[in-house]
């Protein structure tokens, strides 16, 4: 079964600054009925201005993962991590037992990224930041593995998370079509492009939250970027 979730449903924040499109309750949007996806509790869609972000803040017991889809983000902890990642690329960081941490735009152009927070199957564990580069020439067959925690992963290359989940992410030249399987249950996001899921049409911004089947069939109508975020159902 596909759902698909329209970006111009999305709740919406703008604090000058900042940006921000939620596709589940956070801050001061609100939606009992719109809290989560499985174990998915966080998908925001956010612009942050030039040389503008988050001040330092604490996190426990979550794993946040940040895909840049253009300009880049420079991350900060007191752990004594400290990184920039650019479009394309993912970090991670799983707070555990507590972290503090900054985030902010070092670039003169806006910066604009998915924030996702899954919920772990472990809490208190140390906690760790993490980044990698990956592959940008575009997808033929299957989505590169991004970020994974489950046991059939290990030794793939992917970034690590405290949870039986996994982000696949790639760009699809128009007209390509590709079969992806999953594991649980998948969250299908548009970062640009646009493209048919089983037929369903999806465009930039969009989602598509896809239960109870094994596989789905992904056919890009234009040049597009997408990410599928496989999470258990509880």
């Known amino acids: 079964m596909i759902s698909v979730k329209e970006y111009k449903n999305l ?3 703008n604090h000058g600054w900042l940006n921000a499109n939620f596709h589940f309750s956070f801050g001061d949007y609100y939606d009992r009925s719109n809290m989560n996806f499985g174990q998915l509790r966080v998908v925001n869609d956010d612009l942050i201005d030039p040389h503008m ?4 803040h604490p996190h426990e017991n979550m794993e946040i993962i ?11 902890d007191n752990a004594g991590n400290k990184g920039t990642t650019k479009a394309g690329d993912v970090q991670v960081m799983s707070a555990g037992s507590g972290i503090y941490h900054s985030e902010n735009n070092p670039t003169d152009e806006v910066t604009n990224l998915y ?3 899954i919920i772990p199957n472990e809490k208190g564990v140390k906690p760790r930041w993490d980044q990698a580069k ?5 997808v033929t067959d299957v989505l590169p593995l ?5 046991d059939e992963d290990a030794g793939k290359g992917a970034l690590f998370i405290h949870q039986d989940a996994a982000i696949y992410g790639g760009n699809l030249v128009k007209n390509t079509t590709i079969k992806h399987p999953i594991k649980h249950q998948a969250y299908l996001l548009v970062s640009n492009g646009e493209v048919e899921v089983d037929g369903k049409r999806i465009s930039k911004g969009d989602a598509a939250a896809i239960t109870k ?9 234009a040049d597009s970027e997408i990410l599928v975020i496989d999470v258990p159902s509880r």
Do not use: C, M
């Open 11 to 13: 709740g919406k924040a």
């Open 53 to 56: 972000g988050f001040d330092t």
């Open 66 to 76: 940040t895909y840049v889809r253009e300009g880049a983000i420079a991350h900060k």
């Open 115 to 117: 924030q996702i927070w």
């Open 134 to 138: 990956f592959p940008k020439s575009p």
């Open 146 to 150: 991004l970020v994974s925690g489950r």
């Open 213 to 221: 089947q094994s596989n789905v069939t992904i056919k890009s109508l």
